[in-house]
């Protein structure tokens, strides 16, 4: 089992920065990619950052060049470093841990912290 806190979020002005952290409890296997993902009011969920074990990084179009996702593999914590905020940037957003293997696959999830930009 994998349980995820999240820490960090809160309220920023447009331009702003915030950083937002993810810790991991249980066992993360070197194969686990973690994420971030966001859902705006009235809106599905949607991919901001994953990245893998290894770093390879892989970001959404309207956040790219603006956020940056790292990963620190001895504590099992990945983090979100989000600059220039826009407000349409205010979502709950949510850790993922995704874990897939030969005979199972299953997503882990944070409970959801708030992120919310002012103009």
């Known amino acids: 089992q994998v349980q995820l806190v999240e820490s960090g979020g809160g309220l920023a002005q447009a331009g702003g920065s915030l950083g937002l952290s993810c810790a991991a409890s249980?066992?993360?296997?070197?194969?686990?990619?973690m994420g971030w993902y966001r859902q705006a009011p009235g809106k599905q969920r949607e991919l901001v950052a994953t990245?893998?074990?290894?770093?390879?990084?892989n970001y959404a179009d309207s956040v790219k060049d603006r956020f940056a996702i790292s990963r620190d593999n001895a504590k099992n914590t990945v983090y979100l470093q989000m600059n220039s905020l826009k407000p349409e940037d205010t979502a709950v957003y949510y850790c993922?841990?995704?874990?897939?293997?030969?005979?199972?696959?299953?997503?882990?999830w944070g409970q959801g912290t708030q992120v919310t930009v002012s103009s």
């Open positions: 993922q841990v995704k874990r897939r293997t030969l005979m199972s696959s299953r997503d882990y």
């Open positions: 249980g066992s993360i296997f070197s194969t686990d990619v």
């Open positions: 990245i893998s074990n290894g770093g390879n990084t």
